[in-house]
Each structure stands twice: as structure tokens, then as C-alpha cells.
């Protein structure tokens, strides 16, 4: 019975570990800039190893359409990842939708409006 419990006890221990390690990518960060039609984004996401767990995709939807879908292999160091998408003709109105995905677990989602 102590040998069950014991590894009952160690069992629940790794999963909250694990839990804890893995987390979704923090608040985006995305600017428009209308002049060059680039958009910027900053994607915050502390890690111990980032060719292990990193933001390994990035969804772009303007005005509701996907537009554009970046996936990566890892992240360009411990604090977190950037990108850069190029999105000709978004006029005053338009909405831009970023999705960030952690290669473990979790999103993080931000709007824009143009």
C-alpha cells in the first residue's frame, strides 16, 4: 500500500512539473506599420531551452480570412520570438487576428485594427 501511494504521490508530482514548465506564449505585441505594410510582432515567452519549447507557430487573419501561417523549429533565444509579415493593402478598418503557439502548450491571441 505505501508503494502504491508512493507512486501515486511521484506521479502527481511530475504532471504538475510539467504543467508548470509548459505555458502559453505572454500578452502579443503587434504594430502595423502602413508606409513599408509590415507588421510586427513580439511574442514574450520566458524558456529554459528554446530549441525544445518555443513558439512553434504564428497565424495571421485579416478581417476574419487566414492570410498568412509561420511555423518554427525554435525560438531565437530564452525571452521570447519575433516575427515580421508583410501584408500589402490593409486600409483604415481592417482587422488583423495573431495567434501565437507554444510548441508545448497553450496560445495567445491579440487583434489590431488598422
Not at 67 to 83: H, V
Amino acid at each position: 500500500m505505501k508503494k502504491i501511494f508512493g507512486t501515486i504521490i511521484a506521479v502527481i508530482i511530475l504532471v504538475s512539473a510539467s504543467c508548470a514548465m509548459a505555458h502559453s506564449p505572454g500578452n502579443l505585441i503587434a504594430k502595423y506599420d502602413s508606409d513599408t505594410s509590415l507588421l510586427w510582432i513580439k511574442a514574450p515567452h520566458p524558456v529554459a531551452n528554446p530549441n525544445r519549447h518555443y513558439i512553434e507557430e504564428y497565424k495571421i487573419y485579416i478581417n476574419g480570412d487566414k492570410y498568412a501561417e509561420l511555423e518554427l523549429k525554435n525560438q531565437k533565444d530564452k525571452t521570447g520570438s519575433e516575427a515580421v509579415f508583410y501584408i500589402p493593402g490593409l486600409v483604415k478598418g481592417d482587422t488583423v487576428k495573431i495567434e501565437a503557439k507554444c510548441s508545448q502548450s497553450g496560445k495567445s491571441k491579440t487583434t489590431i485594427e488598422i
